[in-house]
């Protein structure tokens, strides 16, 4: 989805492309599995705005995956459920080679979640 703030350090949706995708999704009969996106200047962790619109999607189930580009050399990356604004990590393994974060493979176990990025 595009960021309609065209801003490096805010994340805004743009409300028409949100309607859609969502509108597919539950025509699908699909759901939000995993929500992921990047912090350019920041730890890898969700922020108040990050918390506020994971509690409005009411999606307790979904896996919010950050990916923080602040350092060009260290690729973190962590996951997190979000419920009614709590934020609680869950425990994850990055295995193959971490320049290709962006390409990772998402499973879940009960105990953990692992990103294949080989």
């Not at 595009?2 to 969502?22: C, G, H, L, M, P």
């Not at 509690?55 to 690729?75: E, F, M, N, W």
């Not at 974060?101 to 294949?116: E, I, L, R």
Request: hydrophobic fraction near 35%; proline fraction near 5%.
């Amino acid at each position: 989805m595009i960021n309609a703030a065209r801003s490096t350090t805010f994340y805004e949706f743009d409300a028409e492309e949100w309607k859609q995708v969502y509108d597919q999704m539950w025509d699908n009969d699909e759901e939000v599995v995993v929500a992921y996106h990047s912090h350019t200047h920041t730890e890898a962790y969700p922020s108040r705005s990050d918390a506020g619109i994971a509690s409005q999607l009411g999606l307790p189930g979904a896996h919010y995956v950050l990916v923080t580009t602040k350092d060009p050399d260290i690729a973190e990356v962590r996951s997190f459920r979000i419920a009614d604004e709590v934020i609680t990590e869950e425990p994850i393994e990055v295995t193959g080679a971490p320049e290709a974060v962006q390409s990772y493979k998402f499973a879940h176990t009960p105990d953990s979640t692992v990103y294949d990025c080989s």
